[in-house]
C-alpha cells in the first residue's frame, strides 16, 4: 500500500522559523544565486545592467516596505533618502578620500540619522497626515540638494568615483553589477532576519494595532522611529550604489516621482512582504523598458502615427498600474503564495 504526502508538516518552533523551509526550497534558491552569479558572463550588457538596475531597485524597495509594508507609517521621502546616501558617499569619498567600502556605509548612517529627523512627527501623526509630513521632507531635501553646492554640486551635480580594491576598479558593468547584487543579496538576507526578530516582531504589532501593542509594552514612538531609520539606511544605501552605476549624481535623479515609484513597487510586489519588494522592484523596473520596446516596434509599423503612439506610453503604464491594483490588490507576492500553496497541497488542492 503506497502512501500519498500531502503538505508541509513542522514538528517544533524552529523548523517552523526556518528560512528556507525546506529542502527542494534550498536547492532551489542555490540555484538561483548561482545563476545571479554566472549568467553575466554569458549575457549582453545591457541585461547586465538592467539586473544592475533592478538590484538597486530591490535595496530601496526593502527599505520603504519596512516602513510601510511592516510599520504601516507611509513614507514619500525615499526618493530623498537615496539622495542623501549617493551625495554622502560621494563626499565621504571626494572630500575625506575614504574608500567607497567605508563611505557606503556611512552614507547609510547619514540617511538614516536624516530620516530619523524626519521620522520625528510619527509620534504624534499617522496615515495621509504622516504622508504629507514625509512629503514635506521630500521637498525639503531637494532644495538642499539645489543649493548645497560644495556637497551636491547644485543643479550641475556631481561625478562619483567608482570603488577601488587595491589596484582593481569596479568601473565596468560586470564588476558593478557583482557588487550590486552582492549587497542586494545581503539586504534580502538581513531583512528577512529583521522581520523574524523581537524589533521585526515590534513593527507588526505596531502596524497591525497600534493600541494593543502599547498595551502589550511596545513602545509605538520608539519602533515607528526605528523603522524609518533602517529604511532610510537602505535608501541610502542604495543610492550610494545608484551613484557608483551611473558615475553622476543630480538633484533630479531624486525627485518626488523618484519616491512614489518606490510606493508603487511594493503595493504591486505586496506590502509587508520581503518576496513582495522583489517582484515589485523587477516588475517596475522592466515595465518601462517593455513599453518602450513595444511603443518603439508600433511606431516602426505605423510611421504616420508614430510620435502619437510614443506618447502614450506614460499613459499606458498607469492604466497597467491601475489594472493591476483593481485585479490583484494584494499584490504579486500573494499571487505566488496561491500557486505555492495549491502545489503543496496537490493532488488536493481545494
Request: hydrophobic share 50%; net charge positive; with cysteine.
Amino acid at each position: 500500500m503506497s502512501v500519498t504526502h500531502c503538505g508541509d508538516f513542522r514538528q517544533s518552533y524552529r523548523d517552523d522559523m526556518r528560512i528556507l523551509e525546506t529542502r527542494f526550497v534550498r536547492v532551489s534558491v542555490g540555484v538561483f544565486l548561482v545563476f545571479l552569479y554566472v549568467f553575466p558572463l554569458f549575457s549582453s550588457n545591457y541585461i547586465t545592467s538592467t539586473m544592475t538596475t533592478i538590484a538597486i531597485a530591490v535595496i530601496g524597495a526593502l527599505g520603504i516596505n519596512i516602513v510601510t509594508g511592516y510599520t504601516g507609517q507611509i513614507s514619500l521621502g525615499q526618493g530623498a533618502f537615496m539622495g542623501v546616501g549617493a551625495f554622502a558617499c560621494s563626499y565621504f569619498m571626494r572630500i575625506a578620500h575614504l574608500p567607497f567600502w567605508i563611505a557606503m556605509p556611512l552614507a547609510g548612517f547619514t540617511a538614516a540619522a536624516v530620516g530619523m529627523v524626519f521620522g520625528l512627527p510619527s509620534a504624534r501623526l499617522k496615515g495621509l497626515y504622516l504622508a504629507i509630513a514625509t512629503l514635506a521632507a521630500q521637498f525639503i531635501l531637494q532644495y538642499v540638494f539645489m543649493h548645497l553646492d560644495p556637497v551636491t554640486g547644485g543643479s550641475n551635480g556631481i561625478q562619483s568615483p567608482p570603488p577601488e580594491f587595491g589596484s582593481f576598479v569596479f568601473d565596468g558593468d560586470r564588476s558593478k553589477y557583482y557588487l550590486t547584487i552582492t549587497i542586494a543579496v545581503l539586504a534580502v538576507l538581513f531583512t528577512t532576519n529583521l522581520i523574524r526578530s523581537r524589533n521585526g516582531r515590534a513593527f507588526i504589532a505596531v502596524r497591525d494595532h497600534h493600541l494593543s501593542a502599547e498595551i502589550m509594552g511596545v513602545n509605538l514612538f520608539k519602533y515607528r522611529l526605528l523603522s524609518f531609520s533602517v529604511s532610510a539606511f537602505y535608501a541610502g544605501i542604495a543610492g550610494s550604489l545608484w551613484g557608483m552605476y551611473t558615475g553622476y549624481i543630480s538633484a533630479e535623479q531624486f525627485t518626488i516621482m523618484e519616491s512614489i515609484n518606490y510606493l508603487a513597487m511594493i503595493i504591486i510586489g505586496g506590502l509587508g512582504s520581503v518576496l513582495g519588494s522583489i517582484f515589485g522592484a523587477i516588475f517596475m523596473t522592466l515595465l518601462p523598458q517593455v513599453l518602450t520596446v513595444g511603443t518603439g516596434a508600433l511606431a516602426a509599423i505605423f510611421p504616420k502615427i508614430g510620435f502619437l503612439i510614443m506618447s502614450f506610453k506614460d499613459g499606458v503604464f498607469g492604466i497597467i498600474v491601475i489594472l493591476f491594483l483593481i485585479f490583484e490588490p494584494d499584490g504579486l507576492a500573494h499571487r505566488w503564495r496561491m500557486i505555492k500553496a495549491y502545489w503543496k497541497l496537490y493532488p488536493f488542492s481545494y
